[in-house]
C-alpha cells in the first residue's frame, strides 16, 4: 500500500462554506495581551473536518470542533513545556487559552466539559502573565447580598495621575480573557485604565449561576470599586459591552444616571429578536447562559428584557451595528437615533451582519477613538 502524500494542512472547501461567516470571530483583533489564535491554528483545526455533519445547528458539529481545538491547544501546551524563555512560553500559553476557548465557545452538550475547558483558559492566561508588560490587578467587588464579582484592573504605562476608566462587560458566550480583554486594549492604547468583571453567569461563572438581565446592580458594585482605586478618575468613566454586553451598556445608560460619560454598544440592541426566529445554536446558548433545560422557550424571558427605550438616558451612547444583525435588529438602533436625539449615536455597516465580524478591528478603532474623546476633551464622535 502507497503511503498517503504528506501535505500542509488546508480547511475543506465544505467547511469554509458551512463556517465562513464566524471565521473571523476566531481572529478576533490583533492583541497585544490577549490570548489570540493564528491562521495556521485554524487549518490545523480543520484539516480533515469530516464532511458528513455540517450542520452547524447539531450537537455533533460542535463536538468534533472542540475535540480539534482541544487537540490544537495541547500542541501549545508542550511548546510552552519546551520553551527555554519567558517570552515562548507566554506566546505559546496565550495561543493555548485561546484554543480552549474556541473549543468550548458554542460547546453545550456536556457543562462539565465546558467548564473544564474554561478553566484551562484561565488557567493558561494566568500562567502567562509572567511575562506581561501590562499587569492585571485582580480584585473582588461584593455585592448587597454578599456575592463576589472578580475584577481585572489594568493601568495604562507610566500613567502619573488618576487616568479616565473604562469598564468593559462581557458577551453572552465571550471569555473575560480573550474578547473583552481584546476590546480593552483598545483603551489602555489610548491612555485608558480598563476594568474587566465577571458577574454571575459570565466568564466561570457562566452554566454555574444563572446570567442576570439586571446587570445595573454588578456594574454599580464595581464601579464603586472603581472610584476607590487612587489610579481611576472617578468623574470619567466609560462603560462598554459587546453582542449582548451591549444590550447591557444600554441598560447601564438608562438605570446609572450621572455614572458613566459614556457608553458604547457594539451589536446589542434595546431587545433581542423573538425567541422562535433564532438560529438553534444561539437557543442553546441563551438557555446555557440562563440556566434553562434544552428545547425550553425562552420567549417570555426575552420578551420581557425588552427596554424602554422612552426612558432616555442621561450620557452618551454610540451604538456600531450591522444591518444583517438576525440577532438585535437594525431597526431599533434606528429608533434609538429618533427617541434618543442628541444623546444617541449609531455606526452602521450595511454589509455587516452580528459584531461587524469582518470590520471589526475598524470599528472597535473606531469606537475606541469616541470613547477616549468622550473622556478626554468631551466632544466624542457628535
Known amino acids: 500500500?502507497?503511503?498517503?502524500?504528506?501535505?500542509?494542512?488546508?480547511?475543506?472547501?465544505?467547511?469554509?462554506?458551512?463556517?465562513g461567516y464566524f471565521l473571523p470571530r476566531l481572529m478576533f483583533l490583533n492583541s497585544r495581551?490577549?490570548?489570540?489564535?493564528?491562521?495556521?491554528?485554524?487549518?490545523?483545526?480543520?484539516?480533515?473536518?469530516?464532511?458528513?455533519?455540517?450542520?452547524?445547528?447539531?450537537?455533533?458539529?460542535?463536538?468534533?470542533?472542540?475535540?480539534?481545538?482541544?487537540s490544537v491547544a495541547q500542541t501549545y501546551i508542550g511548546a510552552a513545556a519546551a520553551s527555554t524563555t519567558t517570552a515562548g512560553r507566554t506566546a505559546a500559553?496565550?495561543?493555548?487559552?485561546?484554543?480552549?476557548?474556541?473549543?468550548?465557545f458554542m460547546y453545550f452538550d456536556d457543562p462539565e466539559r465546558k467548564h473544564a475547558l474554561r478553566q484551562s483558559i484561565?488557567?493558561?492566561?494566568?500562567?502567562?502573565?509572567?511575562?506581561?508588560?501590562?499587569?492585571?490587578?485582580?480584585?473582588?467587588?461584593?455585592?448587597?447580598?454578599?456575592?463576589?464579582?472578580?475584577v481585572w484592573i489594568a493601568l495604562p504605562p507610566n500613567a502619573s495621575a488618576p487616568v479616565p476608566c473604562v469598564l468593559v462587560s462581557n458577551g453572552l458566550d465571550s471569555v473575560t480573557e480573550v474578547e473583552p480583554l481584546a476590546l480593552a486594549e483598545t483603551y489602555l492604547e489610548?491612555?485608558?485604565?480598563?476594568?474587566?468583571?465577571?458577574?454571575?453567569?459570565?466568564?466561570?461563572?457562566?452554566?454555574?449561576?444563572?446570567?442576570?438581565?439586571?446587570?445595573?446592580?454588578?456594574?454599580?458594585?464595581?464601579?464603586?470599586?472603581?472610584?476607590?482605586?487612587?489610579?481611576?478618575?472617578?468623574d470619567r468613566l466609560g462603560f462598554a459591552g459587546i453582542s449582548f454586553g451591549g444590550y447591557f451598556a444600554l441598560r447601564v445608560a438608562q438605570h446609572l444616571p450621572g455614572t458613566f460619560a459614556c457608553v458604547l454598544n457594539f451589536s446589542g440592541g434595546p431587545r433581542v429578536a423573538p425567541f422562535p426566529g433564532l438560529?438553534?445554536?444561539?437557543?442553546?446558548?441563551?438557555?446555557?447562559?440562563?440556566?434553562?433545560?434544552p428545547g425550553a422557550d425562552l420567549t417570555g424571558l426575552l420578551a420581557d428584557s425588552a427596554l424602554d427605550i422612552t426612558w432616555v438616558p442621561d450620557t452618551r451612547v454610540l451604538s456600531v451595528h450591522g444591518a444583517l444583525d438576525d440577532i438585535f435588529p437594525v431597526a431599533d438602533i434606528?429608533?434609538?437615533?429618533?427617541?434618543?436625539?442628541?444623546?444617541?449615536?449609531?455606526?452602521?455597516?450595511?454589509?455587516?451582519?452580528?459584531?461587524?465580524?469582518?470590520?471589526?478591528?475598524?470599528?472597535?478603532?473606531?469606537?475606541a477613538d469616541w470613547v477616549h474623546s468622550c473622556l478626554t476633551t468631551d466632544r466624542g464622535l457628535a
Open 279 to 293: 438560529p438553534r445554536r444561539l437557543k442553546d446558548d441563551f438557555r446555557f447562559a440562563f440556566m434553562r433545560p
Open 334 to 367: 434606528r429608533r434609538l437615533d429618533e427617541q434618543w436625539a442628541g444623546r444617541h449615536h449609531s455606526l452602521v455597516y450595511e454589509s455587516e451582519a452580528h459584531v461587524c465580524l469582518n470590520r471589526l478591528a475598524q470599528a472597535a478603532h473606531r469606537a
Open 33 to 70: 495581551i490577549a490570548p489570540q489564535i493564528h491562521w495556521g491554528d485554524v487549518t490545523s483545526a480543520l484539516d480533515g473536518f469530516p464532511l458528513d455533519d455540517l450542520d452547524l445547528a447539531s450537537a455533533g458539529f460542535w463536538r468534533e470542533w472542540a475535540r480539534r481545538w482541544e
Open 122 to 150: 484561565r488557567s493558561c492566561f494566568r500562567r502567562s502573565l509572567a511575562g506581561s508588560p501590562t499587569p492585571l490587578i485582580e480584585q473582588v467587588a461584593r455585592l448587597a447580598d454578599g456575592t463576589a464579582v472578580p
Open 190 to 234: 489610548r491612555g485608558l485604565a480598563v476594568i474587566l468583571f465577571e458577574g454571575p453567569g459570565q466568564g466561570l461563572a457562566l452554566g454555574r449561576t444563572q446570567l442576570r438581565i439586571d446587570m445595573e446592580e454588578i456594574v454599580s458594585a464595581v464601579v464603586d470599586l472603581a472610584r476607590a482605586h487612587p489610579a481611576v478618575d472617578a
Open 1 to 19: 500500500m502507497t503511503a498517503a502524500a504528506v501535505r500542509p494542512p488546508r480547511i475543506p472547501v465544505e467547511v469554509v462554506a458551512a463556517c
Open 93 to 104: 500559553l496565550r495561543s493555548a487559552a485561546a484554543c480552549y476557548h474556541w473549543a468550548e
